[in-house]
């Protein structure tokens, strides 16, 4: 027997290997359908493309999220609302991922660095790569901003203490306030990393 779905949005029925309505340009998949009710949500998608629409419809199929299509317009219950939501935003900004995984990269590499060079000047305040790593640490922690789930205050005053220790390798300080400068940050990035 060969195997028939049928569409979501005006029921007419298509070969299983069909990917959207000929008729209303819904995505054809099995999974659990919406019946009408008072908590839905609605996603008007008329600006996506087949392809675009039909992955939506899979993901969701895959999730177990019950839907319906009303032409170009995605219904959900208002429970599902914050996981379609965040599927919608992955298919249409897939760059925006690739950017917050990146800067998750980026961020915890850089305190990876933090803590390293700062734990080897606290031992040996003179340290040419530790030095070189640091104040690199620092220009970097200035232009990045807080990494992923870094408060906004922790973030600052981990700033300022990196502030301090570059500003006294600058100044050529004795050795002993740059290890004791670097105590404080490696301290202060210590449950960070």
């Known amino acids: 027997m060969t195997e028939v779905v049928t569409c979501p949005s005006c029921g007419s029925q298509y070969l299983a290997t069909a990917v959207s309505c000929v008729d209303c340009g819904a995505p054809l998949v099995a999974g659990p359908r919406l019946e009408p009710a008072?908590?839905?949500?609605?996603?008007?998608?008329?600006?996506?493309?087949d392809g675009e629409r039909h992955d939506l419809a899979r993901q969701i199929a895959d999730l177990g999220i019950a839907s319906r299509w009303e032409g170009v317009e995605l219904v959900v219950r208002e429970a599902d609302a914050d996981a379609v939501e965040e599927l919608i935003d992955e298919i249409d900004n897939p760059d925006a991922l690739a950017a917050e995984e990146d800067d998750a990269d980026a961020g915890a590499e850089l305190l990876s660095t933090l803590y390293v060079s700062s734990d080897v000047l606290q031992h040996d305040g003179t340290s040419a790569a530790a030095v070189v790593e640091l104040l690199e640490a620092a220009e970097q922690a200035a232009e990045l901003g807080p990494p992923y789930g870094i408060d906004g205050?922790?973030?600052?005053?981990?700033l300022e203490k990196v502030g301090t220790v570059a500003e006294l390798l600058g100044a050529e300080a004795a050795e002993e306030e740059v290890m004791a400068a670097a105590r404080d940050l490696r301290e202060a990035v210590r449950p960070l990393v």
């Open 153 to 158: 205050e922790v973030w600052r005053v981990l």
């Open 38 to 49: 008072d908590d839905e949500v609605g996603y008007e998608l008329g600006d996506w493309g």
